[in-house]
């Protein structure tokens, strides 16, 4: 859980002679040009463009030089690009994954220590192409959604502090069917600064009250659609609402009447088959305090768990941490009590209340949980100065739902298996992981 020292960096920068009009000086360090513009082009870009949620461009060396020592500092503390989740513990391999590599990391670092030098500009790389906005990201592989449900409209003001717009809409859904695809698109006007919107079913219980069902879709900037994984069919329940979470951050232009739309690509009638051969995906919410209360001291520290377990094997296909702005870190691990072996699969201990990621394990690398084996989530606060996202060390903390109030669960997406779909998908990670040694070897 421990922070990089931000003064540590911030001396290391101010003790590196800074050249005028980022000149080029002899010896071998990397250049704008020749290193660096990629980098920005591949990693940042994407939001930090005009017209996007990053509060600077950094299209052009011009834009990119004046913040170049923040940009080492944000960089190398692994604050941006914004994706918290720890590298050297659990499951590496995630889709959408937007952790920098420790070399670009490097390069960003000597670039500024060298005084963010030009290069030589013919090196420069052309313009990096973006999708347009406002369009479905996933249209290019699926076609158009087959069903889309909005947010109701709402204006989004000019300026002002961040945001937050909970409306409950029908869903429009009359028959429960798999999902193939889900994506959650801002409007084009609002696409700066719609800053994430998520989604949940609400359904009638058998009491006939309308309750929070699963998770629909979850939008964090710059997140493509998810795709439920080959072999698995999350239902969407029909005759539901889906209630919307979503969070605006004014970026100086006004829209009236804005609206938020989740596009859903169903697997196709033919597919019917899917229903019957496949495993049930669902998204659910997973509480990390026995669903009770708590309270954290002013200047304290408080650690919260909860566990989990199925009565048939699972496989966990995404997890997605949530905290308030006392939380600093949440972790997941799995307890087999038959051989008492913990394992951590995934950790963010630089959790920051300001991005909501799911992070989704690459096909073939998700865990796999026999029946009976404990899943423990932990979650950490800090109710301290020392946590730089707290607004408010004197105060007494408890659970609750304002942003001032903690929270304390992880959305994790799971698959329900029966113990011969188990085996299968255990035997075919074996040979894999056979075949990669055998690989290694060089003989096969
Ligand atoms: C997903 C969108 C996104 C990506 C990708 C992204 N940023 Fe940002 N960045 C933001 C937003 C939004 C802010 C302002 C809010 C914040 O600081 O979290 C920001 C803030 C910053 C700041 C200013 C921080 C401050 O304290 O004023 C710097 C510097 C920065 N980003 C650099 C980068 C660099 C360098 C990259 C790529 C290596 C990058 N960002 C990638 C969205 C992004």
Not at 40 to 58: D, K, L, R
Not at 147 to 158: C, F, G, L, N, R
Not at 172 to 180: D, F, L, N, V
Not at 362 to 390: C, F, K, R
Request: aromatic fraction near 8%; glycine fraction near 8%.
């Amino acid at each position: 859980m421990k922070k990089v020292s931000a003064i540590g960096l911030l001396a290391a920068v101010a003790m590196t002679p800074m050249l005028a009009n980022g000149q080029d000086r002899a010896g071998d360090h990397p250049t704008y040009a020749g290193e660096v513009s990629r980098i920005i082009q591949e990693n940042c870009q994407i939001c930090h463009q005009p017209g996007q949620i990053g509060p600077m461009s950094f299209t052009s060396y011009e834009e990119v030089r004046p913040w170049a020592p923040l940009i080492q500092l944000k960089v190398a503390q692994r604050e941006m690009p914004p994706y918290q989740y720890d590298r050297d513990i659990g499951v590496q391999e995630l889709k959408n994954d937007w952790r920098m590599t420790q070399e670009d990391i490097d390069t960003i670092v000597e670039w500024v220590n060298a005084g963010s030098p030009l290069g030589n500009p013919e090196e420069l790389p052309p313009a990096k192409d973006f999708p347009a906005v406002g369009e479905w990201r996933l249209a290019e592989e699926l076609g158009q959604p087959d069903h889309t449900i909005k947010s109701s409209p709402w204006d989004v003001p000019a300026n002002g502090q961040d945001l937050w717009w909970e409306p409950e809409v029908d869903s429009g859904i009359t028959e429960a069917r798999c999902i193939k695809a889900v994506e959650t698109l801002p409007s084009a006007a609002a696409h700066g600064s719609t800053h994430h919107a998520n989604s949940h079913f609400v359904v009638l219980n058998d009491e006939g009250e309308w309750v929070r069902g699963d998770r629909l879709s979850e939008f964090a900037f710059g997140k493509l659609g998810e795709k439920v994984p080959e072999g698995a069919c999350r239902k969407v329940p029909a005759n539901s609402k889906v209630g919307w979470s979503i969070h605006y951050y004014p970026d100086g232009n006004a829209v009236p009447n804005d609206q938020v739309t989740v596009g859903i690509w169903y697997h196709d009638e033919e597919d019917s088959f899917v229903e019957e051969e496949s495993f049930r995906q669902d998204l659910r919410s997973y509480n990390l305090s026995g669903g009770g209360d708590y309270l954290i001291p002013p200047h304290g520290q408080l650690m919260t768990q909860g566990f989990h377990s199925f009565d048939h094997p699972v496989r966990i296909d995404s997890w997605q941490p949530h905290l308030h702005l006392r939380g600093v870190a949440m972790s997941m691990e799995i307890f087999d009590p038959a051989t008492g072996q913990r394992e951590v699969i995934s950790q963010a201990s630089n959790w920051n209340a300001g991005w909501n990621h799911s992070h989704t394990y690459e096909d073939g690398h998700q865990p796999l949980v026999p029946a009976g084996t404990t899943i423990i989530l932990t979650a950490w606060y800090d109710n301290s100065a020392n946590n730089p996202l707290n607004p408010d060390p004197d105060q007494w903390v408890g659970a609750g739902q304002r942003t001032t109030d903690e929270m304390s669960h992880a959305w994790i997406a799971v698959t329900h298996l029966d113990d011969e779909g188990y085996e299968k998908l255990l035997a075919e990670r074996e040979e894999r992981n056979r075949r990669a040694v055998a690989g290694n070897g060089g003989d096969e």
